[in-house]
Protein backbone atom coordinates (compact mmCIF):
# COMPACT_ATOMS: atom_id res chain seq x y z
CA UNK A 1 0.00 0.00 0.00
CA UNK A 2 1.93 3.52 -1.07
CA UNK A 3 2.27 6.27 1.65
CA UNK A 4 -0.85 8.36 0.77
CA UNK A 5 -3.65 5.53 0.57
CA UNK A 6 -2.27 4.39 4.03
CA UNK A 7 -2.55 7.97 5.16
CA UNK A 8 -6.18 7.88 4.10
CA UNK A 9 -7.29 4.95 5.54
CA UNK A 10 -5.72 6.02 8.90
CA UNK A 11 -7.77 8.83 9.29
CA UNK A 12 -10.90 7.01 7.66
CA UNK A 13 -10.29 4.81 10.61
CA UNK A 14 -9.52 7.22 13.32
CA UNK A 15 -12.89 9.00 12.22
CA UNK A 16 -14.98 5.66 12.46
CA UNK A 17 -13.34 5.83 16.04
CA UNK A 18 -14.57 9.08 16.71
CA UNK A 19 -17.47 8.75 15.40
CA UNK A 20 -18.01 5.63 17.85
CA UNK A 21 -17.44 7.39 20.91
CA UNK A 22 -19.55 10.76 19.74
CA UNK A 23 -22.52 8.16 19.17
CA UNK A 24 -21.67 6.82 23.03
CA UNK A 25 -22.19 10.44 24.32
CA UNK A 26 -24.59 11.66 22.17
CA UNK A 27 -27.35 8.41 21.29
CA UNK A 28 -30.83 9.68 23.17
CA UNK A 29 -31.00 6.70 25.42
CA UNK A 30 -27.67 6.53 26.49
CA UNK A 31 -27.66 11.12 27.27
CA UNK A 32 -24.69 11.47 29.24
CA UNK A 33 -20.81 12.42 27.84
CA UNK A 34 -19.03 10.48 30.26
CA UNK A 35 -17.22 8.13 27.88
CA UNK A 36 -15.43 11.19 26.44
CA UNK A 37 -13.48 11.28 28.50
CA UNK A 38 -11.23 8.18 26.86
CA UNK A 39 -9.98 10.44 24.23
CA UNK A 40 -7.63 11.85 26.91
CA UNK A 41 -6.26 8.54 27.06
CA UNK A 42 -6.29 8.55 23.09
CA UNK A 43 -3.91 11.50 23.70
CA UNK A 44 -1.46 10.35 26.23
CA UNK A 45 -1.17 6.49 25.04
CA UNK A 46 1.56 7.13 22.17
CA UNK A 47 3.76 10.33 24.33
CA UNK A 48 5.46 7.48 26.40
CA UNK A 49 6.88 5.45 23.11
CA UNK A 50 7.24 8.47 21.00
CA UNK A 51 9.52 10.44 23.59
CA UNK A 52 11.62 6.70 24.61
CA UNK A 53 11.58 6.66 20.43
CA UNK A 54 13.20 10.01 20.53
CA UNK A 55 15.75 9.25 23.05
CA UNK A 56 16.70 5.61 21.64
CA UNK A 57 20.54 4.86 21.97
CA UNK A 58 20.94 3.04 18.59
CA UNK A 59 21.89 -0.21 19.86
CA UNK A 60 19.50 -3.54 19.28
CA UNK A 61 19.85 -4.96 22.81
CA UNK A 62 17.13 -4.04 25.19
CA UNK A 63 16.75 -0.04 25.90
CA UNK A 64 15.35 -0.06 29.45
CA UNK A 65 13.82 3.12 28.84
CA UNK A 66 11.59 1.93 25.75
CA UNK A 67 10.81 -1.34 27.95
CA UNK A 68 9.54 1.83 30.53
CA UNK A 69 7.68 3.40 27.87
CA UNK A 70 6.02 0.58 26.70
CA UNK A 71 4.81 -0.32 30.39
CA UNK A 72 2.62 3.07 31.03
CA UNK A 73 1.60 3.08 27.56
CA UNK A 74 0.26 -0.84 28.33
CA UNK A 75 -1.17 0.55 31.69
CA UNK A 76 -2.70 4.05 29.88
CA UNK A 77 -4.57 1.30 27.06
CA UNK A 78 -5.52 -0.83 29.80
CA UNK A 79 -7.31 2.40 32.07
CA UNK A 80 -8.82 3.18 28.71
CA UNK A 81 -10.52 -0.18 28.45
CA UNK A 82 -11.37 -0.35 31.94
CA UNK A 83 -12.84 3.19 32.33
CA UNK A 84 -16.29 2.70 30.46
CA UNK A 85 -16.82 -0.62 32.22
CA UNK A 86 -16.31 0.87 35.25
CA UNK A 87 -18.83 3.66 34.44
CA UNK A 88 -21.17 1.23 33.45
CA UNK A 89 -20.73 -1.12 36.46
CA UNK A 90 -21.67 1.81 38.54
CA UNK A 91 -24.73 3.04 37.06
CA UNK A 92 -23.13 6.51 35.42
CA UNK A 93 -23.40 5.27 31.95
CA UNK A 94 -25.66 2.54 30.16
CA UNK A 95 -23.98 -0.90 28.73
CA UNK A 96 -25.49 0.04 25.22
CA UNK A 97 -22.61 3.20 25.43
CA UNK A 98 -19.62 1.24 26.87
CA UNK A 99 -19.91 -1.25 24.26
CA UNK A 100 -19.41 1.51 21.58
CA UNK A 101 -16.99 3.22 23.65
CA UNK A 102 -14.81 -0.68 23.80
CA UNK A 103 -15.01 -0.93 20.19
CA UNK A 104 -13.97 2.95 19.81
CA UNK A 105 -11.27 2.11 21.42
CA UNK A 106 -10.17 -1.17 19.43
CA UNK A 107 -10.41 1.01 16.17
CA UNK A 108 -8.79 4.31 17.46
CA UNK A 109 -5.75 1.69 19.27
CA UNK A 110 -5.33 -0.05 15.62
CA UNK A 111 -4.54 3.16 14.06
CA UNK A 112 -2.63 4.42 16.32
CA UNK A 113 -0.78 0.86 15.61
CA UNK A 114 -1.20 1.53 12.12
CA UNK A 115 0.75 4.77 12.10
CA UNK A 116 3.51 3.78 13.88
CA UNK A 117 3.73 0.48 11.80
CA UNK A 118 3.83 2.78 8.13
CA UNK A 119 5.49 5.54 9.82
CA UNK A 120 8.45 3.97 10.83
CA UNK A 121 9.64 2.24 7.84
CA UNK A 122 12.66 4.14 6.28
CA UNK A 123 11.47 4.08 2.72
CA UNK A 124 8.75 6.18 3.25
CA UNK A 125 8.34 9.58 2.95
CA UNK A 126 6.69 10.19 6.01
CA UNK A 127 9.68 8.95 8.51
CA UNK A 128 10.74 12.06 9.62
CA UNK A 129 7.72 11.25 12.08
Given amino acids: MSGNAAL ?6 GSIGMTLII ?13 FFVVLFYILA ?5 IARKYND ?3 SSN ?8 IT ?13 LAR ?3 IQWGACYLTLAANVVVY ?20
Avoid at 8 to 13: N, P, Q, T
Avoid at 64 to 71: D, G, K
Avoid at 113 to 128: A, H, I, K, P, V
Fill in 8 to 13: VMLAFA
Fill in 46 to 50: PIPTL
Fill in 23 to 35: LACALPEYGLWWP
Fill in 74 to 86: MGILVSSFALPIV
Fill in 90 to 92: VPT
Fill in 110 to 129: ATLLGFFLTFDQDDSDYSMW
Fill in 58 to 60: GSG
Fill in 64 to 71: SCLEAAIF
